[in-house]
């Protein structure tokens, strides 16, 4: 049976002057919403998923023997909610990322979360909290969704757990990075792997993010903005950012992304770009990419430009790129190439609604 949230209103939700003043400048990922999600996940007597609630947003209580503080079962999603002109709310392929939920769950041996449970959650929690979707026009900005699910069962040892918690908090977000859509410069993590073959790479849990961490702060004290990380067994070829895919325009209209091994998130961002590809006139290419190409590619220019993409980084040219004791000449000028500007734009006016929504990629969800 569907899960429903039952909802009880935050008795003391943000002032409105407050929540103005937060929309005017939400940064990424410090404000959140008046409201949260919940529903828990209990293995046998056929129970499945239940008890789903709308609350006030605050803290949660947890055993500290639950599974996820010991071994980490932990999965998550990143989509946002955006604002049309006529002041209703949509969000951008979100099947996808339910489906992408499941396939995490699968990995991690949490449960899977039915699409239309999944769904019926972000129009729960986006319809409550829908004042604190910026206005149509205010630039970049959106309410940023996080879904997320963990292991909350008591028990020390080692099993998969019998309960497990899904949870939607949301934040209102401007550009992930300080002053907007600049090129980025990165760090090649070569000491560092994000994901290795067999691993976790492809699921979206929070393990990869601490592992993807100390490779980030490296590059971070040596000038850069993020880290680009390599396969694990060789070091030879590109998997992805710390929180984004990347893609390469090349001299001959090609536009290359590393292909999926099991290491690289499967990006929604990504997947989306790879069919737009027909519309710049550029052959869309999924193969291995060594280091090497990308530092030889962009000192020859057989490599135009470079950009990194993902929910929370839309798209992002790449200017830079240094490794311990190099660095490549830089690619995309003060923003970015043509075709990176060209694919953001696409994608934007999409998501926003500034242009008709040809591929059916939008859902409302207010
Ligand atoms: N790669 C990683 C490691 C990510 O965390 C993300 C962000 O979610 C992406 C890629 C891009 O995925 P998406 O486009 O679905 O946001
Ligand atoms: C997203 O783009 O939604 C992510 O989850 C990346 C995260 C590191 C902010």
Not at 133 to 139: F, N, R
Not at 309 to 325: D, E, F, N, S, Y
């Amino acid at each position: 049976m569907a899960l429903s949230f039952a909802a009880t209103s935050n008795p003391s939700p943000v002032s409105p002057e407050r929540r103005a003043e937060i929309l005017a400048a939400p940064g990424f990922g410090q404000f959140m919403t008046d409201h949260m999600i919940r529903a828990t996940w209990t293995d046998g007597e056929g129970e499945g998923w239940h008890s789903g609630e709308l609350t006030a947003y605050g803290n949660i209580s947890i055993s500290p023997a639950a599974s996820v503080l010991h071994y980490a079962p932990e999965i998550f999603e990143g989509l946002k909610a955006y604002r049309h002109e006529d002041g209703s709310v949509w969000t951008f392929r979100p099947d996808k990322n339910a489906e992408r939920l499941q396939a995490s769950a699968r990995r991690m041996v949490l449960p899977e979360l039915p699409t239309e449970d999944f769904l019926e959650s972000l129009r729960v929690l986006v319809e409550a909290d829908q004042a604190w979707v910026p206005a149509y026009g205010d630039g970049e900005k959106s309410l940023y969704l996080r879904p997320f699910m963990f292991g909350s069962q008591a028990f020390i040892g080692l099993k998969p757990v019998n309960e497990a918690t899904y949870m939607v908090i949301a934040s209102p977000a401007a550009s992930i990075f300080k002053g907007g859509p600049k090129p980025i410069t990165l760090w090649v993590a070569e000491q560092y792997a994000r994901a290795g073959a067999g691993g976790t790479g492809a699921a979206k849990c929070g393990g990869n993010y601490a592992s993807a961490l100390r490779g980030q702060l490296e590059g971070a004290e040596n000038g850069c903005d993020q880290a680009v990380f390599l396969d694990s067994s060789t070091h030879t070829y590109v998997d992805e950012l710390g929180g984004m895919n990347v893609f390469f325009v090349t001299k001959d209209g090609k536009l290359v992304t590393p292909e999926l091994t099991g290491t690289i998130l499967p990006g929604i961002t990504r997947m989306s770009i790879l069919e737009l590809a027909k519309e710049f006139d550029l052959t869309p290419e999924e193969r291995k990419v060594e280091i090497q190409e990308w530092k030889d590619g962009v000192a020859s220019g057989d490599i135009l430009e470079v950009f990194a993409c993902g929910t929370a980084a839309i798209v992002t040219p790449i200017g830079g790129l240094k490794w311990q004791g190099g660095e490549a000449p830089p690619t995309a000028g003060e923003h970015g190439g043509e075709v990176t500007r060209g694919i953001r734009e696409r994608l934007l006016s999409l998501q926003q609604g500034r242009t008709e929504d040809s591929y059916g990629w939008m859902h409302r969800l207010v």
